[in-house]
DNA sequence: GTGAAAGCGCTAACAT
DNA sequence: ATGTTAGCGCTTTCAC
């Protein structure tokens, strides 16, 4: 309990000197198996530990990685970080967390916290709020890897892993004309965040592809929430034509949709609702709300792959990847029009 | 970008000596104004940046702590380590994530890691195996900070945050009480952990206290989810007599009751439903779901601020604080039966 | 296969 | 107010 054991106190148990204690400990194959063994009996004899920080500053790798996310409040977010974690645990990394609360200064921050403490690399997710890369450069400069997911921005040359959006909101919209609906209301938001208007765009072409004009009235860029979704349909219900379908920019906006269809006694599916996420509530809704999986598992899994193959490699940046998962739509009630 | 600024530039820039520009970079007190400028104008020109490993390193301090949850995949520790990561940000530290995946040997692993890291102190709750606890004995043997949350073991000789689990058995019994409902079933784990086990003592208090005697058909002990909730209900409703209410052991119990009420054509809430954590989908589902809040966000700012406290007393475990906090009922529709 | 010794970048007495 | 100088505990090159 009193002073912590070191090498030192091994060799001098064993009459050694540290640098073979240190190579016995790290495996390295110029020795031999007989003072390994006895260096490895007597650490556990004296309850040794490494002392990782100052192995790290010796060796100049800390074995840690940054992740950056907005905050683990999202649930998207959460299973991000937890299959990261999972992933470079196996590889013997640890993980630095650091939540943007959505704030650029906090990321800016977080940046420099994460190079402060000497990380390998970072996983990072952008802020809502950011508009300006230069922090992350600052991390390519030093030779370190990124990998950006999810929220990304063009600015950054580092890889990238994200969900293809675009098609993300053309199956949503092509399983909704499959499913007979014809005049499909958006609600979305107005803010120039990529995924969110990819996902429009992708909305766009479907109905093109259709040969389906959008009608004007029935989009709606404002906020993402419950209360976004319910003002919305509240206002598209207005329209002399009515919409036979509702997609909603996220799942908590068509949790507003359906809500708001309900206070107005229109049923579902008979008028269809599908949102973007596929948030754990959703199939515990009544109706239960078709979505568009955004594959939080699969991104944060191969986040950790990407950044373990760049460290693996020399120059990190020779070869820029970009990953792009496929959205993977769920069907549920909230749009079962036709099957049974 | 080629070699990384130390204080050993600053220095030979200015003609001082590293000590000089350790200080001024720490705002001792001890250094005129003038130098500690010219050393922090000198630092921002070279692009400095502390190596937090050398630091940490020499002066035994790392500012940085140990988080150690069962997973993130569980909405409850993601809000807690949210909470956790928010407050000790404001005090600067970092911190380390660790899954134990509710497994005892990564748990023990994941303490071990930490350990080496030379964190500061361990947040952690325990995993579900967790019985032996001689892992975090050894955190509070090197005098590091440690805090147990939600998932105690009477073994650990720690500061703890918990719910008071009793009551939020007592207070969800009540409740229905409250609302008239006399026939009360339970549907919960066998498992012998604690939080499980004080809210079904909670509910035998509140029924002895209203001089009601539980009714053994009615109490099922086996698994926590939505199929558990379910299988559960359908036996329940063999009994002759029917209950007019369901409490499920937690949240994901409490839907599948519901699911299988509709199915069973039983009205809620004329038979009322209410379960424990208080999810998100909760509020979200139909009927909407009457709850106890667990705290999440509370429980780990307390966490985090009992963790500061220790770390500013010279001996940390002089004085083990319990802080148990009040659960919160959260009334919603499937428990609404006399107030319109 | 093992030893000697120079760092890694910073802190913190102890001097002056 | 600033300089000197030992470390912190480990890695790693160069000898032997």
């Known amino acids: 309990m009193n002073k912590k054991t070191t090498i030192y106190d091994i060799a001098r148990a064993l009459g050694v000197t540290v640098s073979t204690v240190s190579r016995a400990l790290n495996n390295v194959p110029t020795i031999s198996e007989a003072t390994r063994k006895l260096v490895l009996d007597k650490a556990k004899e ?10 790290s500053l ?15 409040q999202i649930h998207f ?11 470079l645990k196996k ?33 990072a997710s952008l802020s809502l709020e950011t508009q300006e890369t230069q ?23 580092a890889p990238v892993v994200k969900l293809d959006d675009f098609k993300a909101g053309y199956l949503a919209t ?23 208007q990819d996902r429009f765009h992708g909305f766009e072409a479907a ?32 329209s002399v034509i009515q919409p036979d379908a509702f997609i909603g920019g996220d799942d908590f906006t068509a949790v507003g949709i359906i809500q708001a269809l309900k206070t107005a006694n229109i049923a579902i599916p008979a008028t269809g609702v599908i949102g973007f ?3 754990t509530f959703s199939s515990f809704i009544t109706p239960t709300l078709s979505s568009i999986d955004q594959q939080a598992n699969k991104m944060g899994e191969e986040c950790a792959k990407l950044f373990l193959k760049m460290v693996k490699q020399k120059s990190p940046y020779e070869a820029i990847e970009q990953i792009v998962l496929d959205p993977i739509l769920i069907k549920r009630k909230s749009t079962n029009r036709i099957d049974k």
Do not use: W
């Open 174 to 196: 092509q399983h909704l004309l499959e499913q007979g609906y014809k005049n499909i209301a958006f609600i979305t938001t107005d803010k120039e965040i990529a995924i969110f």
């Open 77 to 87: 977010f959460a299973e991000a970080v937890h299959s990261i974690e999972k992933e």
């Open 58 to 72: 010796s060796s100049g790798k800390s074995n840690t990685i940054g992740v950056i996310v907005p905050t683990m």
């Open 207 to 238: 109905l093109k592809d259709a040969q389906i004009s959008p009608q004007k009235d029935f989009i709606i860029r404002g906020d993402l929430s419950i209360e976004a979704g319910i003002k919305g349909t509240e206002q598209i219900l207005k």
């Open 277 to 279: 996420a596929n948030q």
């Open 46 to 55: 004296l309850n040794y530990s490494v002392n990782k920080l100052a192995s």
């Open 91 to 123: 590889h013997n990394y640890s993980l630095l967390l650091y939540q943007s609360n959505e704030s650029f200064e906090d990321e800016v921050n977080g940046v420099k916290t994460l190079l402060e403490a000497q990380v390998d690399g970072i996983i």
């Open 135 to 157: 922090h992350f450069q600052e991390v390519i400069n030093q030779r370190k890897c990124l990998v950006i997911f999810d929220r990304t921005h063009k600015d950054i040359p």
